[in-house]
């Protein structure tokens, strides 16, 4: 099984409509990760968990909610999807403490499209 | 905002030459990272070099990094097909918060 899991991994959906996206890890790492690609383009950092209660905007959070349910697991929704929310999402998880490298561990991505 | 910009933005090149692709950022780093990314597919942690550090390998893969030109450089040795795949280089800056990656360099190795 996959360190980090994405569901679901491919969702066609309709402009207006609600999406969860969920990520659950077993690497036991605190800090969770959210990010956004568009083809041919890196990656837009969208918001980001040090622990369960700690929930930080990145770049590109308008739009967007989080919710960390558990230290395993990390949900990202899009209230009210619009087109240009089309993209691949890629959830991220990575050592908290003094003894990180701030390596990142990507799980597989989900294919979002907005019509 | 991209702290890392990669150059050059696609490269082909044929099985067994050499592929080197450059990362140049814009403010002083804790380290920098290389990740690859297969079509699609998630994207994998390559190497490390901290901000102290000149060079590292790590089998056909050497990374330098200089710290006073803000720019990092990856060479693949003796490509293959099956390194066929985008590059990323990813930069923290003022502690490890937020891993900001470059748009990437596309690499095709042709047989």
Redo the contacts between chains.
Sequence with gaps: DAD?TQTPRNRITKTGKRIMLECSQTKGHDRM?W?RQDP????Q?IY?SFDVKDI?K??ISDGYSVSRQAQAKFSLSLESAIPNQTA?Y?C?T?EGGTA??????????S?LTVL | SQQGEEDPQALSIQEGENATMNCSYKTSINNLQWYRQNSGRGLVHLILIRSNEREKHSGRLRVTLDTSKKSSSLLITASRAADTASYFCATYSGGYNKLIFGAGTRLAVHP
Excluded: C, Q
């Design positions: 980090v990760y990010y041919g383009l890196g990656l950092l980001y930080n990145g770049e691949l890629f991220a990575s990180r490298t701030g390596e990142l561990f990507f799980g597989e991505g294919r």
